[in-house]
């Protein structure tokens, strides 16, 4: 094949031409077919130009741009660095000349096997004569490599062919950074754009106050997906966008598509979308608040005794019709608060769970926040309705909470006051006893008589009776207390302390000479069992 070569002047007329139009050009497109272009008309011997890119996310170089090819067959190579002529240019950083077959056919040896099936279909099955591959270089940094072939002409590749590219592919490494900060530069101000108009819309949304539904649908229009909204937060689940402000949960978003599959723009809209649902809620607690502050308003005047009037009015304020009698029950964590004072979130799910569970047993139930205390008022239906209520708040979150509930006995509205102080001594008999999760003030015994008496005159009452026998070990305690729950049979007693009746018998011998009592003596055992009750319903242990 007759090949026409350059003079001299041609070649320097031709460099300065391509240099101007990479140096002009910021369009990576342009700067790629120029450099191909170049190749083309600078090197005569030439007949194949591929022009392979670095992919830093994948590790690979693919092919650009390219002539004398098949460019769908070539789109599929994915060349590691240092695999066959591209790679090894890529790694060494310099120019490489393959001047005869063999040292080609050795470097490409090195290819891996899918990578040299699509490259022989992408160069129609021919051999190369001779090749030089040239790297990009920026700063030290190779961004690509350009191979020049020769499958069918005569001649081979000089040294002076490879400089001359050089000169291309330096100018070219230049045009390419450029490009591509001008197209992150376009990119990002599209993002910016595109984030400025999301979050007009999102507020636009809050301040018309349309709430969670609105706010989801305009998400998945931007998304082109089904969006919706959770309060639980799982932050090992990929579909889940958590919703997190100063380290306060404020439920998920869950999408069609993995999180991590969202481009830029995408999770850009997200983000948006989750910082609106954020405000909606917390503008939701705010009104929640002040209405439990009016709540604790009506309750402050229930347990004050004012008017029926007045305080039928104020119920209507809150749409609440107390009709009948009431019952009055507390709940309150037995050693720490039932939310965090910081987590306004918590505060707002508990209530609102207690009080759709109160409601579901009695549509009329209402719930007031008293400090860290919840009361639930439900008008009275039935002996077991609130004993019902306990139960399905402990499945909710028995778990989750350690809570103790004190039930009041049944009042008209207006003595509702007293319900409320039967509640809380119940829950202060509850939280002494470990055992107890839910105790009723009606059915307390003779507790009812000292929960308000003198913590001293208790104490002393104790020493009085049971002193002696709290100093002299557990046996003899464990044994009296037993002896009072089997209500003095013997030998119910003795089987559940696993002892003979005999062992029974002197041991009961033993505390009666401690305490100076019989145990026979009528008197002298109600003594001893009402000692032992204010013991227990007034120490932890």
């Not at 790679?87 to 891996?112: H, N, S």
């Not at 330096?170 to 530069?185: E, F, K, M």
Request: proline share 3%.
């Amino acid at each position: 094949m007759a090949i026409r070569a350059f003079t001299s002047d041609e070649k320097i007329h031709k460099l300065m031409e391509i240099n101007k139009l990479l140096t002009k050009s910021l369009d990576l497109e342009v700067v790629l077919e120029t450099l191909v272009k170049a190749a083309v008309d600078l090197i005569e011997v030439s007949d194949t130009i591929i022009l392979y890119l670095y992919d830093p996310e994948d590790q690979v170089l693919r092919m650009a741009e390219g002539v004398g090819i098949d460019k769908s067959m070539m789109h599929h190579i994915a060349f590691r660095p240092g695999e066959s002529l591209t790679g090894y240019t890529f790694t060494e950083k310099r120019p490489m000349l393959y001047p005869i077959q063999e040292d080609i056919q050795k470097r490409m040896a090195t290819m891996a096997e899918q990578n040299y099936a699509h490259y022989l279909k992408g160069v129609y099955g021919r051999q190369v004569r001779s090749a030089f591959c040239v790297p990009l270089l920026y700063q030290e940094r190779c961004l690509g490599v350009l191979a020049v072939d020769n499958f069918e002409n005569e001649g081979i590749f000089t040294e002076d062919d490879m400089r001359i590219i050089e000169v291309v592919a330096d100018q070219s490494a230049i045009a390419i950074v450029n490009s591509r900060l001008v197209q992150g530069l376009k990119e990002k101000n599209a993002q910016l754009t595109s984030s400025l108009e999301t979050h007009q819309k999102f507020t636009q949304i809050i301040l018309e106050g349309g709430g969670i539904e609105p706010i989801l649908t305009l998400l998945g229009r931007i998304l082109q997906g089904k969006v919706s909204y959770m309060d639980a937060t799982e932050l090992d689940d990929p579909y889940l966008f958590p919703i997190i402000r100063e380290k306060e949960h404020f439920g998920s978003i869950r999408l069609q598509r993995p999180v991590a599959s969202l481009s830029s723009i995408e999770r850009s809209a997200v983000e948006h979308a989750g910082t609106a649902l954020t405000l909606d809620r917390l503008k939701q607690n705010a009104l929640y608040e002040k209405e439990l502050h009016l709540r604790g308003e009506l309750f402050h005047q229930l347990t004050k005794g004012s008017s029926i009037g007045q305080l039928k009015q104020m119920a209507r304020q809150l749409k609440w019709d107390p009709n009948g009698e009431l019952q009055c029950m507390v709940v309150e964590g037995r050693k720490e608060s039932l939310w965090k004072p910081e987590n306004i979130r918590d505060k707002e799910t508990f209530i609102r769970s207690i009080e759709a569970i109160s409601r579901g047993i009695h549509p009329n139930s209402m719930v007031f926040s008293l400090g860290y205390q919840i009361v639930v008022l439900v008008p009275y239906v039935k002996e077991d309705t609130m004993y019902q209520l306990y139960q399905s708040v402990d499945r909710k979150w028995g778990k989750a909470k350690d809570i103790v509930y004190g039930l009041g006995r049944k009042s008209s509205l207006s003595q509702v006051g007293n319900s409320f102080e039967e509640a809380l001594e119940a829950a202060r008999y509850a939280k002494v006893r470990n055992d107890h999760h839910f105790v009723s003030y009606s059915k307390l015994g003779a507790e009812r008589l000292w929960q308000n008496l003198d913590p001293t005159l208790l104490e002393h009452y104790i020493e009085d009776k049971l002193g002696p026998l709290l100093t002299v070990g557990e046996e003899c305690y464990e044994t009296l207390a037993m002896l009072m729950e089997c209500n003095k049979n013997h030998k119910v007693t003795a089987q559940r302390l696993h002892i003979h009746q005999n062992t029974l018998y002197y041991r009961l011998k033993k505390i009666e000479q401690i305490l100076g009592v019989s145990i026979d003596n009528e008197v002298e055992w109600l003594n001893l069992v009402l000692a032992y009750q204010i013991f227990v319903s007034t120490h932890k242990k």
